[in-house]
């Protein structure tokens, strides 16, 4: 079945302690990229991939990392997650080079809460 | 920086009523898309426009891309509880990062 899974699915934590929500496809797309989703404001993007070792910012990178080392994979990263970073992220990924931001696919979604 | 804004913010219907949710973008599009997200649930691609005044339609779904490509719509006809959720437009603008910007969404809930 194709599927763009995320881990974990809840997570709360603490001020300063280093997060890593992991996405995964098996697809075997080429673009893949982060959204966060916060209420009146909806999506935003963190980060984005357009293949393997290829990344760009979003509208909202400020605070997070990203890595694409594999095709199938694209882990979002917290260095120092912030009480201002407690929202739902969703990974998507999509299926074509020529148009790669038909994002068709997304996650199930992360809720975060930062205390 | 470019900008996509999508009325009514809410809205609520009998079952049975129309529904239209708009968008307007600041900026000439290259393509726009609509989700739908159900309470709970993740966002779900509905349908891509890329030619101006292009005209789609999905059994009671509607969807429509301006003239000028910078405004679009979605229209349900006839509502039913099974339509209940947030729906979202999303434009991209080539030369601006590629970057897909979502506009706020429309939550739609249908009394039966």
């Known amino acids: 079945e194709a599927q763009v899974t995320q881990n974990p699915r809840y997570l709360i934590t603490v001020t300063g302690k280093k997060l890593t929500v992991t996405c995964s496809q098996n697809?075997?797309?080429?673009?893949m990229s982060w959204y966060r989703q916060d209420p009146g404001l909806g999506l935003r993007q963190i980060y984005y991939?357009?293949?393997?070792?290829?990344?760009d910012k979003g509208d909202v990178p400020e605070g997070y990392k990203v890595s694409r080392k594999e095709k199938r994979n694209f882990p979002l990263i917290l260095e120092s997650p912030s009480p201002n970073q407690t929202s739902l992220y969703f990974c998507?990924?999509?299926?074509?080079?020529?148009?790669?931001?038909?994002?068709?696919?997304f996650g199930p979604g992360t809720r975060l809460t930062v205390l | 920086g470019q900008q996509v804004m999508q009325i009514p913010q809410y809205q609520h219907v009998q079952e049975g009523e129309d529904f239209t949710t708009y968008c307007n973008s600041s900026?000439?599009?290259?393509?726009i898309q609509w989700y739908k997200q159900r309470p709970g649930g993740h966002p779900v691609f509905l349908i891509q426009?890329?030619?101006s005044g292009e005209v789609k339609k999905q059994k009671r779904l509607t969807f429509q891309f301006g003239e000028a490509k910078k405004n679009s719509s979605l229209h349900i006809t006839a509502t039913q509880t099974t339509d209940v959720g947030t729906y979202f437009c999303?434009?991209?603008?080539w030369g601006y990062g590629n970057k897909l910007v979502f506009g706020a969404g429309t939550i739609l809930r249908v009394k039966s």
């Open positions: 900026t000439t599009l290259s393509n």
């Open positions: 426009l890329v030619k």
């Open positions: 697809m075997n797309h080429e673009y």
């Open positions: 991939s357009m293949n393997v070792e290829v990344t």
């Open positions: 999303a434009g991209i603008t």
């Open positions: 998507a990924s999509s299926s074509t080079t020529e148009q790669p931001t038909d994002t068709k696919y």
